[in-house]
Structure formats: structure tokens, C-alpha cells
């Protein structure tokens, strides 16, 4: 059974930075692609970043370059750090964990591709 768990969410300026953490069950990295998944106001839930434990990490165009996704396998936890917060960035933010295909395919960002979700944390920029 997978059982994902967000934390590290919050409220932050503009400009600032946050670190989020997903703690995963046991060994979740080698079976399965992790990724973070943001979902805005009245807006739909789109993949943020996506990463296999191979080393492949996909970014989507908004984040890149503010974001970085990594994981610590031996502790199951799933990372994203996020700087040059924008008011934008504001959403719930969700870990899932789906086919280590997806870490390598155009379609990763697709909430349809992951199995498995985390309840979420709140990330607030302002």
C-alpha cells in the first residue's frame, strides 16, 4: 500500500523561498516516478516537476529555473525547493507517485498518470 504525506507548506512574500516534503512508503523511489503536482484557485491540477530515481527530472516551463525536485532515498522523502516565489505559485501543492515511464515521457504532467496522492500542503505567496 503507498501512502504519500505532504508537509512543509505556508505563507511567504513574494520573492521568498519554501521547501516542501513528501515522506513515502517504503522503497516508493525505485518502484515508482515522483512527482509534485499544483493546483490554483479555480484552476485545474497540472505537474510542477516529475523525477526517477535513474536521475531524470522534468520541470514545467513555469517553474524551471526556480524549482528543483530531489529525493532522499534513504529516508523515502521527496523534496521541492522552491525560490523567486511568485503570487502565481499559490495553490495546493500534492505529491503523487505513478509508471516510472512518465519520468520519460511529454505526458508526465497528466494527473491521470499517477496512482498514488499525498492530501496536500497549501503554499500562499504574497
Known amino acids: 500500500h503507498v501512502q504519500l504525506v505532504e508537509s512543509g507548506g505556508g505563507s511567504v512574500q513574494t520573492g521568498g523561498s519554501l521547501t516542501l516534503s513528501c515522506v513515502g512508503s517504503?522503497?516508493?523511489?525505485?518502484?515508482?516516478?515522483m512527482a509534485w503536482f499544483h493546483q490554483g484557485p479555480g484552476k485545474e491540477r497540472e505537474g510542477v516537476a516529475a523525477?526517477?530515481?535513474?536521475?531524470?527530472?522534468i520541470y514545467a516551463d513555469s517553474v524551471r529555473g526556480r524549482f528543483t525536485i530531489s529525493q532522499d532515498n534513504a529516508n523515502n522523502t521527496l523534496y521541492l525547493q522552491m525560490s523567486s516565489l511568485k503570487p502565481e505559485d499559490t495553490a495546493m501543492y500534492y505529491c503523487?507517485?505513478?509508471?516510472?515511464?512518465?519520468?520519460?515521457?511529454?505526458?508526465?504532467?497528466?494527473?491521470?498518470?499517477?496512482?498514488?496522492w499525498g492530501q496536500g500542503t497549501q503554499v500562499t505567496v504574497s
Open positions: 517504503q522503497d516508493i523511489f525505485s518502484r515508482y516516478c
Open positions: 503523487a507517485a505513478g509508471s516510472r515511464y512518465f519520468c520519460y515521457s511529454l505526458a508526465w504532467s497528466r494527473t491521470t498518470n499517477f496512482d498514488y
Open positions: 523525477a526517477d530515481v535513474d536521475g531524470a527530472k
